[in-house]
């Protein structure tokens, strides 16, 4: 039995809505994957870039870690020439983000646990010092990379931010951690590696 054209153009219609159905299920399914796949990527690089502080064990000792491997980048950065202008940004933009990471973990965790402990003079005096450090990035990001000025200008905050490092190594941390239980020792870890995590 022949059918009818009216009956043909409704079965074509009906199958390509079928196919349009099909396609968008296909294509949602497709970025929902892409999605997840993505989430999981990103956790992982997180994971990946917070593993050295989160198995040193210790938050005093992380963070001892994370002020050498700071200064390792000032080192590559000190070691570049005028006109590796690329190479400075490059290295420039690592060092923002090491130290953004490292400041988090201070400021919401330890520099949190030294006011708790008494230690506020102490805690308001990094936290201040964490402001010039923002204010040398901003400032390195502005100026020319190929001026000598730069090249001083990263010396400059290398010498503050040891004398910072060194203050919270030598002094503060130490004196902390002795006040602090073993438990308390470790929650404050616990606490410091949820921070780095969220910019890690």
Do not use: C
Not at 14 to 36: E, H
Not at 64 to 93: N, V
């Amino acid at each position: 039995m022949a059918t009818t054209a009216p009956t043909r153009r409704k079965t074509r219609t009906t199958a390509k809505a079928a196919d349009t159905g099909f396609s968008t299920v296909a294509v949602a399914g497709a970025a929902a994957a892409g999605l997840f796949v993505g989430f999981a990527a990103n956790f992982v690089r997180k994971a990946i870039v917070q593993a050295p502080t989160a198995l040193a064990g210790d938050w005093a000792e992380a963070l001892a870690a994370e002020h050498k491997a700071t200064l390792a980048l000032f080192d590559r950065i000190e070691e570049t020439g005028e006109a590796q202008t690329s190479r400075r940004s490059f290295l420039l933009m690592q060092l923002k983000h090491a130290l953004a990471k490292h400041a988090l973990e201070e400021e919401n965790a330890i520099y949190a646990a030294l006011r708790d402990n008494g230690q506020t003079e102490e805690a308001d005096k990094l936290n201040g010092d964490h402001g010039y450090v923002k204010q040398y990035l901003y400032d390195l990001t502005v100026m020319a990379k190929d001026s000598p000025a730069w090249i001083a200008k990263v010396a400059e905050f290398r010498r503050r931010l040891e004398t910072h490092m060194q203050e919270e190594e030598r002094d503060i941390f130490p004196a902390l951690r002795h006040s602090l239980s073993d438990e308390q020792n470790h929650e404050l870890f616990v606490a410091m590696n949820k921070e780095g995590l969220k910019i890690a």
